[in-house]
């Protein structure tokens, strides 16, 4: 035990120099913990030492990266070039590389001891990476010594105070004996999801504090080991805000508001879901531009159309959006529907929710998670954790999702449950007339509030989106298959009957939400 855990004061933790491993490791490594890296060649072990190494010296510390049987110096200097972290000039100053082969192969695992020993105590390091355990595991001709070999190491750098990290070849065995050595155990690992491969990585034990458990995506590129945490393990508790009944964030459109009782309620989640090209991004650019003239800041997040694009489409129909845009009060925002990495995507969101004080966000393009990215067993609880998180942070959330269905008598939507998630919905669909389409729109849910249920044709011109007046023009109700009304067929009149009463308005009731 050291002073700290003796004195019951807080572990100190080492950052790995990914702010996303941190956060699963629930602040990083703990400070003069021995830890063993797993994984297969190609994983990315070496660059994520380096990166622990790299971070630490920026962060005023000292460490060693000591090599066995692998790629020699140069040329891993050669690949680490690329890397946002390399800094050619502090090796040799505060960052040492060593090579332990030739000592482990002349003088067995008691001279190799040494060699790391000695390199922690002459160049003062707080951390030490060895790049290489399958060589030691190799040498040692037991299972026995490679134990021993392992608790030395733990108990001489944990005194020392330097933070290990043992980088070696994925072990199949969960419960290789080797593991129960060291502080922690973290697997990188390399998937394959038809023709795309993924990066995961798992923290399987880490003593010292809890973690994210679960697997995790993670890239390597230029800044080197980027961890996305899963947003469900991440964000799972209840939000301690409710949706705002009596705040309403309208569209702009005065018929649409008034059918929704005055708008939104104020940190709900709407889905907006129709057939392709029925308005559903021309509606969410209202929202947003409603918000804009309230002085609420808002988002656009999309998948398909360029903020050029966006403000083109607006402008034809009315919105001028650009002057929003450069005051800073709307922004747009769009990321190709290609390789997408969900967790990664809901962190960029969040981060600029954050960054900017979102208050109306527009996710334009649920499809493209739900459907092409995420295993169906993860969706209800994904969209939960990022329903829930939005509105902790006091976002009225708009999400569009695409029907592929044209026109059909029948309501065709699979929604993976999203309709039991969210707090209301808007449908948006084509009906038939006359060999002629026409929009239609009506209200299917509003969580805990009136609302009108009423089918509504509605267009879209050069002054915007303008909803029928009464549901008259639009008879035919979610069936795909309109017919002209009785009294535009101007049909022979009949006797009315004795005593029959008048018929009832044909004005709709409001209708309260049963979910």
């Not at 925002?333 to 004080?357: I, S, W």
Request: hydrophobic share 40%; glycine share 10%.
């Amino acid at each position: 035990m050291n002073e700290a855990e003796l004195s019951g004061e807080p572990v100190q933790r080492v950052p790995s120099g990914s702010a996303g491993l941190d956060t699963v490791l629930n602040g990083g490594w703990m400070h003069g913990g021995t830890y063993m890296v797993t994984g297969a060649p190609g994983t990315g072990k070496t660059i994520l030492g380096n990166q622990l190494c790299f971070s630490h010296v920026a962060n005023g510390g000292r460490a060693v990266f000591v090599t066995m049987l692998s790629e020699s110096h140069g040329r891993m200097m050669t690949h680490l070039r690329q890397m946002d972290f390399f800094q050619r000039e502090v090796i040799g100053q505060k960052l040492h590389y060593v090579s332990g082969y030739a000592t482990l192969k002349a003088e067995g695992l008691d001279g190799l001891s040494k060699l790391l020993y000695r390199a922690v105590r002459e160049h003062h390091a707080s951390v030490l990476v060895v790049d290489g355990l399958l060589a030691v595991q190799e040498s040692a001709g037991g299972m026995l010594p490679l134990r021993e070999f392992l608790h030395a190491l733990g108990v001489h750098n944990a005194l020392a105070g330097c933070t290990t990290l043992v980088l070696t070849n994925r072990q199949e065995n969960a419960s290789d004996p080797q593991f129960a050595m060291v502080d922690g155990v973290l697997r990188l690992d390399l998937q394959h999801e038809g023709l795309r491969a993924v990066r995961t990585l798992e923290v399987s034990k880490l003593r010292g504090g809890p973690q994210l458990t679960g697997r995790h995506t993670f890239e390597i590129g230029t800044r080197g080991i980027v961890v996305h945490p899963r947003i469900e393990s991440l964000y799972h508790d209840l939000p301690q805000v409710v949706p705002d009944l009596g705040k309403r964030l309208g569209f702009g459109v005065p018929r649409l508001d008034a059918m929704l009782q005055g708008g939104l309620p104020t940190y709900s989640s709407t889905l907006l879901f129709g057939a392709p090209g029925s308005g559903k991004t021309m509606m969410g650019l209202h929202f947003l531009a409603a918000g804009a003239r309230a002085g609420e800041p808002g988002l656009y997040f999309g998948f398909m159309e360029t903020s050029p694009q966006l403000l083109a489409k607006a402008a034809g129909v009315g919105q001028e959006l650009e002057s929003w845009v450069k005051q800073g009060k709307l922004l747009l925002e769009t990321r190709a529907a290609v390789e997408l990495l969900p967790d990664a995507l809901v962190h960029q969101l969040l981060e600029l929710v954050r960054r900017h004080g979102v208050r109306r966000l527009v996710l334009d393009g649920l499809e493209s998670i739900v459907k092409d990215t995420l295993a169906p067993r993860r969706v209800p609880g994904f969209l939960t954790a990022l329903i829930n998180e939005l509105r902790s942070r006091g976002v009225t959330s708009l999400m569009t999702y695409q029907n592929n269905v044209l026109v059909s008598p029948r309501l065709e939507a699979r929604l993976e449950g999203v309709e039991a998630i969210v707090d209301n919905i808007i449908f948006l669909r084509y009906v038939e007339l006359r060999s002629q389409l026409y929009r239609m729109l009506s209200i299917l849910k509003m969580r805990e509030s009136d609302y009108e249920p009423a089918l509504r044709e509605f267009s879209i011109s050069t002054q915007g989106i303008d909803v029928a007046e009464t549901f008259e023009s639009a008879e035919a109700i979610l069936t795909g298959q309109a017919r002209p009304l009785e009294s535009r067929r101007a049909p022979a009149r009949r006797k009315k009957p004795a005593g029959r009463k008048k018929p009832a308005s044909r004005t709709p009731p409001k209708r309260r939400s049963r979910a």
